[in-house]
Each structure stands twice: as structure tokens, then as C-alpha cells.
């Protein structure tokens, strides 16, 4: 097991000790850690406060880049589809989760009112009027215009972004 797996699942378990939930993950850039950060949910009262989000957001601000092309993201466990987004958005070279869901589901289970992991992909792969999460579109004309106004502060680009070549 390497140095930051093992980091990894430490910082896991005192989270755990500290009462919190048992994830956490370890940003590494040229060998050394650059980010790392347990799931703060329970302590934070932030159902956004995952360990790969604050790290992610820890390892982008200090780089001063939305992007990880270079770096290794070591998770404890595969990502939930939040997490996965913002690993799909900020592009790291790799991602090394330690354990599978199927592996831990005796021991813990995230069960939300609209949401389980276990269920969860096939319902995102769901139009958006077909989900359990009561959503309903309210289509505003002026809504474009913010999006146009971007478009033209940005030089006529429909592109947010480019990512830098590894």
C-alpha cells in the first residue's frame, strides 16, 4: 500500500474517531500531498462538505487553477455523483479509490430522502421530469441574457474554459 493510501484511510479513521463519516481524500502533485481533507458533513452541517469537494476546492486555490491535469486524487471510497462531477471537472491525471461501495455497504449506507448511492446513477440517467426529486422547469426569457452577456465579455467564445495540456 502506498504512503498516501495509507494517509488516506488515516485520516478516515480519525474522522471517524472525531465523529465524523468515514471518507477522506488525498490531492498529490510530484509526490507530495498538495490537498487533503476528511468529510466534514456531520461536523459542518454542509451536505456539501465532502473530503474530495474540500480538497478539490484546497488543491485549486492553491495552485490558482480550476484544473488538476497533474495531480492524483486518492479517495477512500468511489465517489458519489457529486463528488465524480467535480472530479470530471477538474480533470485530475488519475483517480485511486480504496474500497467499493459493495465492499463497505454492510457498515454504512447513505439514505436520503431523494437519494441512495446504490440507486442513484440510474435515476440521474433519468430525464429530469422522471427523477424522485421534484423538479419543474420555469423557462425565463431574460435567463439567455446573462449567458449572452458572458458570451460577449468573452470575446464572442462559447467555451468556459480550456484546459491546459498535461
Same mark, same amino acid.
Given at each position: *500500500?502506498?504512503? &498516501? ?17 468515514? &471518507? ?41 487553477? %480550476? ?8 479517495? *477512500?471510497?468511489?465517489?458519489?455523483? *457529486? ?13 485511486? &479509490?480504496?474500497?467499493?461501495? %459493495? ?11 431523494? &437519494? %441512495? ?17 421534484? *423538479? ?31
Amino acid at each position: *500500500m502506498t504512503d &498516501f493510501a495509507r494517509r488516506t484511510i488515516e485520516l478516515a479513521r480519525r474522522n471517524v474517531a472525531d465523529g465524523g463519516r468515514p &471518507f477522506a481524500t488525498v490531492i498529490v502533485n510530484d509526490g507530495e500531498v498538495l490537498a487533503e481533507s476528511a468529510n466534514m458533513v456531520a461536523q459542518a452541517n454542509d451536505p456539501t462538505a465532502h473530503a474530495e469537494i474540500l480538497a478539490i476546492r484546497e488543491a485549486c486555490m492553491k495552485l490558482g487553477t %480550476e484544473h488538476l491535469v497533474d495531480s492524483t486524487v486518492y479517495l *477512500m471510497a468511489h465517489p458519489c455523483p *457529486m463528488c465524480l462531477g467535480s472530479l470530471y471537472y477538474c480533470s485530475p491525471k488519475e483517480v485511486i &479509490f480504496l474500497i467499493t461501495r %459493495e465492499a463497505y455497504e454492510q457498515y454504512y449506507l447513505d439514505d436520503r430522502k431523494y &437519494f %441512495e448511492v446504490s440507486t442513484f446513477y440510474d435515476e440521474f440517467a433519468k430525464s429530469w421530469d422522471q427523477r424522485r426529486l421534484p *423538479m419543474r422547469y420555469q423557462p425565463q426569457d431574460d435567463a439567455v441574457d446573462v449567458y449572452r452577456f458572458w458570451n460577449e465579455r468573452n470575446g464572442g467564445q462559447p467555451r468556459s474554459t480550456v484546459v491546459p495540456s498535461p
